[in-house]
């Protein structure tokens, strides 16, 4: 089985600011650098053939370019937090192809996640934090700010499992471009 999901990257010297929000806070389990990323969709347990098939699917995906805000954090888990994490602002581009993800997904009857898409990175996974604490973090990095950042590919990533017990590694499988917006 690959635990698979559809991201936008993010560029090294943005991932380098967010890590430097990553400090303060009780229970937090950090996440490395090099596993920030705004999920697109998250697939969950797939099969050899069924990775291909959706490969195939995301391959299909005519999308345009876009910017993309980083603009404030938050946390998930409202009586009992559960991440931290960066906002991304909504846009109509990052929606529509948050939205073109999932539909490929459901081309292939693949069961997805009935949550709303909150776009977001996710800085780190709480364990028993308390609320008043996560409260406290967002209200301290509530002024972070980054961008416009151009994205210009999303990539399907696999999720593996961390050595000794540490955290999960995601390999990017596959590369998708966008649209490049023609000015004339």
């Not at 993309?68 to 954090?73: D, F, Q, R, T, W």
């Not at 459901?106 to 008043?132: D, F, K, N, Q, V």
């Not at 972070?144 to 990017?172: C, D, I, N, Q, W």
């Amino acid at each position: 089985m690959h635990r698979l999901f559809a991201a936008l990257p993010l560029p090294d010297d943005i991932a380098g600011q967010l890590s430097a929000l990553q400090d303060d806070l009780p229970g937090a389990s950090w996440r490395p650098e090099e596993n920030f990323h705004i999920t697109l969709c998250f697939y969950g347990g797939l099969t050899g053939a069924q990775a291909r098939d959706l490969d195939e699917q995301l391959g299909e995906i005519s999308a345009p370019a876009f910017d993309i805000v980083l603009e404030g954090a938050g946390w998930f888990g409202r009586r009992e937090p559960t991440a931290v994490w960066a906002r991304v602002r909504e846009s109509d581009e990052l929606r529509g192809l948050a939205s073109a993800c999932e539909r490929a997904a459901r081309r292939l009857g693949l069961p997805l996640e009935r949550r709303p898409y909150t776009p977001h990175i996710t800085l780190a996974y709480l364990h028993g934090t308390p609320l008043e604490a996560a409260r406290r973090w967002t209200e301290t990095h509530h002024a972070v700010r980054a961008g416009p950042l151009p994205a210009t590919h999303f990539h399907l990533y696999e999720s593996r499992p961390g050595r000794k017990g540490g955290p999960s590694r995601y390999e990017a499988m596959a590369d998708y471009p966008l649209q490049a917006a023609f000015i004339g």
